[in-house]
């Protein structure tokens, strides 16, 4: 900065903030060297892949636990996750928290899924198309059996009325005899039947 005595305005030596900006600038850079050298690798993590186990949201159901101010974390109240060392309060959050981020992450997996290939998108709808098969299979195998014992029953039943019906033939046989002295007294009543066929 330089001072004339008819001059009463401040001027800057341009020179030298250009050097300090320039040394500035220097370290800045070196530093962000050392923030990269430092950063380790990225680490490389799992694709997401489909839960091996059952998640288990019964077992505690419908008991009452006893907490006090020295019960572990993992035996009070609530769901209890021992990779993220959580305990959640509820089922649906329990779902969520397993399924979120931080817990997959905990895991060693990233959030990114597999991308399936041609060839295993044909195996896994060939693989559906049989079990649908098979399912049709056994649905048409129970519809077979039912049939039958429907059947079965039909006959049963067919053998039962053909029976009744021999009985009956052989009752009316037997009844003829009868019939001429109801009808005789039927007369001298003075009526000639309840409705039945016209003589």
């Not at 430092?38 to 019964?58: F, G, I, N, S, T």
């Not at 305990?87 to 992450?105: A, E």
């Not at 905990?106 to 899924?113: F, Q, R």
């Not at 299979?137 to 039909?154: G, I, N, P």
């Amino acid at each position: 900065m330089s001072m004339r005595p008819d001059d009463h305005r401040r001027k800057w030596d341009k020179d030298e903030f250009e050097r300090i900006a320039v040394e500035r600038l220097k370290i800045e850079l070196e530093e962000e060297e050392e923030r990269t050298k430092k950063k380790a690798p990225p680490v490389k993590r799992e694709l997401l892949k489909q839960r091996e186990y059952k998640v288990d949201l019964d077992s505690k159901l419908g008991k009452s636990v006893v907490i006090t101010k020295n019960t572990p974390t993992s035996q009070s109240g609530g769901y209890y996750c021992n990779v993220c060392d959580c305990v959640v309060k509820d089922s649906i959050n329990f779902l969520d928290h397993i399924n979120g981020k931080k817990h997959q992450r905990n895991l060693g997996m990233s959030m990114k899924i597999e991308r399936s290939t041609l060839d295993q998108v044909k195996a896994r709808f060939s693989l559906n198309k049989r079990k649908l098969e098979e399912k049709k299979r056994e649905y048409e195998l129970d519809t077979r059996l039912r049939e039958a014992a429907e059947e079965e029953a039909r006959l049963k039943e067919l053998r039962r009325e053909r029976r009744r019906d021999k009985k009956r033939k052989l009752q009316e046989t037997d009844e003829p005899d009868d019939t001429p002295a109801q009808s005789e007294l039927a007369q001298i009543m003075g009526f000639s039947g309840f409705g039945g066929s016209k003589k």
